[in-house]
């Protein structure tokens, strides 16, 4: 059987019952229908290469910033304490699973534990994950047994912290190595052909700039070679007139000697041919 929000509140406020707080600390306002909600504490620790365990602790009102594809532990802000007649069992928040964040399934916390609760998460996006200090992160259901147990849990995991829990160091995961190398070589793939375009861009900017420069040229050139011709065939014709030669004056006027009707005509008839007159 589920114990209910009634009946947590019931074990949270019988603090005369148990040995330690059912909760501590405890929030009123994290007291589901049938869970209760855990928040970050302070300590975490994000897988890496190196040789030990980097345990590290948030200053007041620090947020955790989990990198992409990170295996990492946390721990809660609250201890818990299970009586003899309970055991629990501790799921991810809903709000993690939302941001791409899985959670390394555990086994139920025995009847007799005391303490805080680790969890091993990994973010399976390639986006870093904000978790602010103090917020949801796991959900504590408690289950009645049929019995309480005669002997309680009393192992080395009591009021654990993180630098007690990861003794030996954890590696950043072979698919998330690989996963990082492939996203690298995307990233150098996706940078060169990138400047292969902006090349190729360039050339064939350059090669445009240049078959506009000829063409401006062979329009000059064509338009100078247009006016010339216009002006060639504006300019007025040579006079063709005819000059009669010396010898012609003279026998013109012998024939003409004397006879001023016939001079009067052939002055006219040249004058008509645009001969000069006598």
Same mark, same amino acid.
């Given at each position: ?22 909760? &501590?600390?405890? &929030? ?56 003899? &007649? ?53 959900? =504590? ?9 005669? =002997? ?64 401006? =040229? ?41 006879? &001023? ?18």
């Amino acid at each position: 059987m589920v114990l209910t929000r009634k009946e947590m509140m019931e074990r949270i406020y019988n603090k005369s019952l148990y040995e330690y707080p059912f909760v &501590d600390p405890v &929030d009123i306002n994290n007291v589901q229908s049938a869970s209760y909600d855990l928040t970050l504490g302070e300590e975490y620790y994000i897988c890496s290469e190196k040789g030990k365990p980097d345990i590290k602790h948030l200053r007041k009102n620090e947020s955790l910033k989990v990198p992409p594809r990170a295996t990492f532990f946390v721990i809660s802000k609250e201890k818990l304490y299970i009586p003899h &007649d309970l055991c629990a069992s501790v799921s991810l928040a809903f709000g993690l699973i939302r941001k791409g964040i899985i959670f390394a399934v555990q086994p139920p916390i025995d009847p007799g534990y005391h303490g805080a609760i680790a969890a091993l998460l990994h973010n399976m996006s390639d986006e870093e994950i904000v978790l602010e200090q103090g917020r949801h992160i796991l959900n =504590v259901v408690y289950y009645q047994l049929a019995s309480q147990v005669a =002997v309680a849990y009393k192992g080395i995991y009591n009021d654990i912290t993180l630098q007690k829990f990861c003794t030996e160091a954890v590696s950043q995961s072979a698919i998330a190595t690989l996963t990082n190398e492939a996203k690298d070589a995307r990233d150098k793939a996706l940078t060169a052909s990138s400047e292969a375009k902006n090349a190729s861009y360039k050339t064939l900017s350059t090669i445009i700039t240049i078959i506009t420069i000829m063409l401006a =040229v062979l329009t000059i050139l064509m338009t100078a070679v247009t006016v010339f011709l216009s002006l060639k065939a504006l300019q007025p014709a040579e006079n063709t007139r005819s000059v009669p030669s010396e010898q012609q004056e003279e026998a013109l006027y012998d024939s003409l000697n004397g006879n &001023d009707c016939l001079k009067d005509s052939c002055e006219l008839a040249w004058q008509l041919f645009g001969m000069e007159t006598i």
